[in-house]
């Protein structure tokens, strides 16, 4: 297919790059060109702007850090709303807000144009590796359309609805959930530490008990305090932190144990742990713990 | 060697006759004599008290439903304590709370005899299996004397201390994992019900992520609802939870995702689902969210 | 003085009328006229829009329910931001978002208008008895020269700072602690009942230590579950337990309790008493126990 | 009447003064004689112990630390249980679980004993100047006959059951009132204070509000942090925190709010406040919030 690509940042490029090895023709754009034209190698062509990207493109995918950058990118001077041929496809596959979602999907709609949500799970290793978790929501024969783009970029891909926001409501809980057991890992090690136990013990016997590489990964990370530098940064976890909420707020489901983990990492925030990794949200507990 | 073995429930049952198919020459006890006589078959004798299982023992493993429980077992009318012999070491396997495994290590000391800790994470078909994860502490040499009875009941044996109770606090925040990792899927798939997302799909999106059998597990029991028969029961579970911030309090330790946990198991009771599976602590997010 | 005073609600009519019995010359604005006319016979002359109100008028007041209702009375057609005289000021006694205060503070400035905040804390019946408690925060010029406004509507003035969102702080974690007393109530009534004490006899003893008349009419509209018609909205307590961790992100203070008191607020709403007085929270604890 | 009154603490020391001045004779004993002798000057006849104490007296009074303290004091050598006259009734003023004031109950009946909990609110100068508020229950004839010894020590007294436990479940509910206060009032100065707004002009706002002298009090103190010396220890107040969740346990009533106290407190026990005023218990907010 012909398609664009925005935002080539750690996961962006490595998705970009699968996409152009299934034999996808793809122009690509990013804010800093050199990040755009060192794909040109791979085949890519780098053009000028959004706009430029979706000229004669049957779909452009974004991934970019946050509501802001992707509004920027949407609305802003040359724009994707404004680029976008009418019955393309705005696929985003950026972690972002419900009801940014909601309302990209409303002006899209506006403007004759489709839109897609598409978040993905995995770090930039998974991307890289076409290893990615993909959850696509939005109507359904635009989700089979383009289902060969998402089997281009990562090995499992779940179609979770036909509105694009439930997929990002399904990302924002995913993440919840990995949140959650950090915390609980921070919790846990905190008292085996004051109970003279090595966590690196106890995790041991936790891996034989979950068998899941995501444990293991994160136990030992956490029971190593490797930081520093961070994978996936304290300060985008709080943020989606936020986002969840905000989430269940719309949807009337109180999430106790989410505002839990949003009161926590505020607190690594505010004690200076903004660019360590987020999984130093276990540093929390060991604090209160006296440690 | 020659051991005892008092408690037959799903769990010790699996676990005498792995013993026994291991070579081992074990006299069993069971408060219900049939237990004990049905594995006769498998080569077990069976005697009429604790500490006629525990004569001419080199040691005696337990496993028991509680405290109490286990307490009645060492203590009461022909009791372990009374009869185990001098130099012979008792192996609790039984999830008790930290403070009764500090005391049992005291009150066999004052008897000289031994006293290790080896509680066990898996349900009663792991326990049939061979594949429990054994956790066990206590002075080393106990520790590696009966490694062997440890390799015949599981997968996998972890030594976490020379205190026996070091072996209990990882038992219980290993529970602690669990609990919290339901507390979370309750909590999303409340959000995905209002939201009109089927949380078969949310499973199978995180599936993806987490990879383990247990997410695969307990997150297709929550969001069938199979909530009964239970395979281990919430009132199980909240006994845990209690647990769990009782050896957190002893180590000065705060843990407010176990304080949610046992709030929320907690309501669980009050609102009646004390028989069902203790994954059913889901239902008091999905209620609390007007579901 | 010369005033504008905007928003008559069953708060805007008690504070509007006594600045009119203090003196002072008011012209007044309301959605609904009829509400406007009302006030005629106190002296109130009534205005077509807010803009007309600030003809003249060296401050005008605004009372209304939340940001929305704000953001129209301010920016909306023929609104306040376009009819308020260079250098006159406007006092925005509303509880609204820190956010959108700091945000009319520098649209002010930038129109050469001054801006002051001036919540207040008391009911309707206290607003009618001039019995309020006002908050001001703002530029000290202009909080000394309007000091007698707000002593003509309330029975004690603070002023906490020099920016405006400041009063808005204050007030929003005011309603945070009131809050939080209304949630104690509950988990602690609960407690009472199921064992076997009566509310009430409870009630007598807190409030002889507290001897506070906010408890004893809270803790008795909470034994009496006279929870409608509403005082105040449980909806619109909601809105402020969302504003108040609003604002606690913005300062990177965690507020746990302000996020269980908005959590169990979600809950209310969702289990559908969004009308009732906010009090009826305690029925959240009530339910969660399985009363 | 003729009673006995044990435990000359700083609360006792004013109890039994004040049922001196009300004409009662009264016999004391204190593990440490001289306050007992110190007594004299008003009137009182020290004894050797508890059971001395009891010899003749219609009812004895304890006012102890905490429930082993109680415990040494009733079973005992020269115990209360054993002394106490048939009919005669023991008055338990100390702040203790309901677990052991159902259980004494129990023990005194077996013996022919009456058993009456009455504990009290107030701080040692409350105690001093006759202001305490005292909780009774126990059986009703019990609680009337010894109504004159309540209307000695207080300034109001409620019968809030026939079982001796409620009272304390009461007294227990209402130091979790006081407990969840402090706790909003740090968290709501921790963002007062990064808001660069004064606690002590928020304080001023919120007791114009709650017009409660317990507000008053506390609040100053926390903005002064003069949690040095302490009027009640946090550990004190911790090991309330405690005992408040072991009666929900007993009564299966969720109480969230005191899991939350208690959480805050451990970590200030572990952070090293234990001796500290328990309303340094808002440091804990304000070390979260980075300050």
Same mark, same amino acid.
Request: aromatic fraction near 6%; glycine fraction near 10%.
């Given at each position: ?31 800093? $060109? ?11 062509? *780098?053009? &000028?702007?959004?706009?430029? =990207? ?5 779909? #452009? ?7 802001? @950058?992707?509004?920027?990118? =949407? ?13 393309? #496809? ?5 972690? +972002? ?13 506006? $403007? ?22 993909? =959850? #696509? ?6 989700? @089979?359309? %383009?289902?060969?783009? %998402? &089997? ?6 779940? =179609? ?9 409501? #399904? ?6 959930? +990995? ?8 919790? /846990? ?8 136990? &090595?966590?690196?013990? %106890?995790?041991?016997? +936790?891996?034989?008990?979950? @068998? ?9 990370? +956490? /029971? ?7 994978? %996936? ?6 943020? &989606? *932190? ?19 983990? $949003? ?29």
């Amino acid at each position: 297919m012909k398609i664009g690509f925005i935002g080539l940042g750690r996961m962006g490029t490595g998705m970009a790059r699968n996409l152009l090895h299934a034999g996808h023709e793809v122009t690509v754009y990013n804010r800093t $060109r050199e990040k755009a034209e060192a794909l040109a190698s791979d085949g890519a062509r *780098a053009a &000028d702007s959004p706009a430029a =990207v979706a000229r004669g493109a049957e779909a #452009v995918m974004t991934m970019l850090a946050d509501d802001a @950058a992707l509004r920027h990118v =949407v609305y802003g001077e040359h724009g994707l709303a404004a680029g976008l041929e009418r019955d393309a #496809v705005h696929i985003s596959c950026s972690t +972002i807000s419900t009801a940014l979602s909601r309302e990209l999907a409303a002006e899209h709609g506006k $403007r004759g144009q489709g839109y897609l949500s598409s978040p993905v799970f995995g770090r930039p290793d998974a991307a890289a590796a076409k290893k990615l978790v993909v =959850v #696509v929501a939005g109507p359904a024969e635009a989700a @089979a359309k %383009f289902h060969p783009l %998402f &089997d281009a970029i990562g090995r499992q891909t779940t =179609v979770v609805g036909t509105e694009g926001w439930q997929a990002n409501a #399904v990302k924002l809980c995913g993440n919840f959930m +990995i949140a959650s057991m950090i915390e609980a890992f921070g919790e /846990a090690y905190a008292a085996m530490r004051k109970g003279g136990i &090595d966590p690196h013990l %106890f995790l041991e016997a +936790i891996s034989g008990l979950f @068998a899941s590489p995501v444990y293991a990964n994160y136990g030992r990370i +956490i /029971a190593d305090e490797q930081f520093d530098p961070a994978g %996936f940064a304290l300060k985008l976890g709080y943020k &989606d *932190a936020r986002l969840v909420l905000e989430t269940a707020q719309e949807l009337a489901a109180p999430m106790p144990l989410a505002s839990m983990n $949003r009161d926590h990492l505020m607190q690594a925030m505010a004690q200076g742990q903004q660019d360590l990794d987020w999984s130093s949200l276990a540093r929390v507990a060991a604090r209160n713990a006296g440690i």
